[in-house]
């Protein structure tokens, strides 16, 4: 009989250890992500790029809940048949947070609001670009294993305050809120619609 007590006490606590485990998730563990983002539009002969490479990395502070920042950098261009019309480099620094909800099996579903700085200057035309804002994301993220998973992520609200301040001239200063907004990098679009990043970003994460 105590023996028979003793098998059973030790299949519970083994079961509550597991079931402890479980509910840590991901807690404590760290990941590394770069978040890759491109946009092509071409009209006539006029043809407009904007690619963003933002390197990130975060920590779980509970088992569905991240945070974490990125650095990273911007090209945005603009070119028709006589050569390049504009081309701005950008330096990003996002702090983020990030909720997961498990969809099904290694598929989860994530929602991120972000905070971007971004500066930098158009070449060009000698213009200093600065913006700050608010990104509300949302995106899927499978785990290939439990080190590794590839994500995909689109913008879905976004408010922003952009400065464009050129060497000769006025400074303007644009207010912007955006729902799912589509970037362009046409210089008359910074103006009336100012959205820097790209809407459409993927990328590779590792947790360790």
Not at 34 to 40: A, L, R, T
Not at 46 to 58: A, D, Q, R
Not at 73 to 83: P, V
Not at 172 to 181: C, D, E, M, R, Y
């Amino acid at each position: 009989m105590k023996k028979k007590l003793s098998l059973v006490g030790i299949v519970l606590i083994g079961l509550t250890a597991k079931a402890q485990d479980a509910n840590q998730g991901l807690k404590g563990a760290w990941f590394a992500t770069s978040q890759i983002g491109y946009q092509q539009t071409k009209t006539g002969d006029f043809k407009n790029t904007n690619v963003s490479v933002l390197p990130v990395v975060g920590t779980f502070v509970t088992p569905s809940v991240a945070v974490g920042a990125g650095l990273g950098f911007i090209n945005m261009k603009s070119e028709s048949n006589t050569g390049t019309t504009a081309k701005t480099d950008l330096i990003v620094i996002e702090p983020l947070a990030r909720k997961y909800w498990n969809v099904a099996g290694s598929l989860y579903f994530f929602g991120q609001l972000a905070a971007p700085i971004i500066t930098g200057k158009e070449k060009e035309n000698d213009l200093k670009v600065s913006q700050v804002g608010l990104a509300l994301s949302g995106g899927f993220d499978y785990f290939v294993t439990k080190s590794f998973s590839v994500e995909f992520s689109y913008d879905l609200a976004n408010f922003t305050s952009t400065t464009l301040d050129p060497k000769v001239g006025e400074k303007t200063t644009v207010t912007n809120f955006g729902l799912a907004h589509v970037a362009n990098v046409d210089s008359a679009y910074l103006v009336g619609n100012p959205n820097l990043t790209t809407p459409l970003s993927f990328g590779f994460k590792f947790i360790f």
